[in-house]
């Protein structure tokens, strides 16, 4: 509180022109002032929260390599199982220097997935996990086959929301790139 109250007294200073506050370097009072305070909420953040239990993380990356599973299947069923209707996919790319945004719902995407007639296949590795109660999102690194030839690589950005049903897919966004670090999964294995 007192860290707080000396913020706003230095904020005041600054805003009605006194410089003459001198910089002081932050003091806590007490060892609970260095602990993360949730704003919105008006009390100390809780770190459990956020911090996805192994089960729940394994369940909400299930959802992704279903996603990934129902795409190589071309299995729009399964899609439909696993991605909100109401969601939408942003990819993100850089043409002739300047930043290119192709968007599409994810309706847009079952009809794309049940007509294509390529082999597709994403892999992604070392995910970046986050849950916070009935949302989550995953980024990672990942890479894209066609017809068993490299065609792309990037980051994936996925949104979650969990549902009666469980983990669903809202959406998200990726880059698309054609230099990347290699994977460290290898070649495609047919």
Not at 20 to 46: C, I, M, N, R, Y
Not at 74 to 95: S, T, W, Y
Not at 123 to 147: C, K, Q, S
């Amino acid at each position: 509180m007192l860290g707080a109250m000396r913020f706003a007294v230095i904020v005041v200073a600054v805003l009605s022109g006194v410089s003459s506050v001198p910089a002081q370097p932050f003091k806590p009072s007490t060892p609970e002032a260095l602990e993360p305070f949730d704003v919105v909420q008006g009390k100390p953040f809780d770190s459990a929260q956020g911090k996805p239990g192994d089960a729940e993380r394994d369940a909400v990356l299930k959802t992704v390599q279903a996603f990934f599973d129902t795409m190589a299947a071309k299995d729009v069923e399964g899609a439909r199982k696993i991605l909100q209707p109401q969601g939408r996919f942003h990819a993100m790319r850089m043409r002739d220097g300047k930043p290119d945004v192709r968007a599409f719902s994810n309706e847009e995407y079952f009809a794309t997935l049940q007509a294509g007639e390529q082999k597709m296949r994403e892999r992604m590795w070392n995910p970046e996990v986050r849950i916070h109660g009935l949302i989550a999102t995953v980024v990672a690194p990942y890479d894209f086959w066609i017809d068993g030839k490299l065609s792309h690589c990037g980051t994936d950005a996925f949104d979650l929301i969990k549902t009666e049903e469980g983990w669903k897919l809202a959406g998200g966004v990726y880059t698309i790139e054609n230099k990347c670090e290699p994977s460290p999964l290898g070649p495609l294995k047919q």
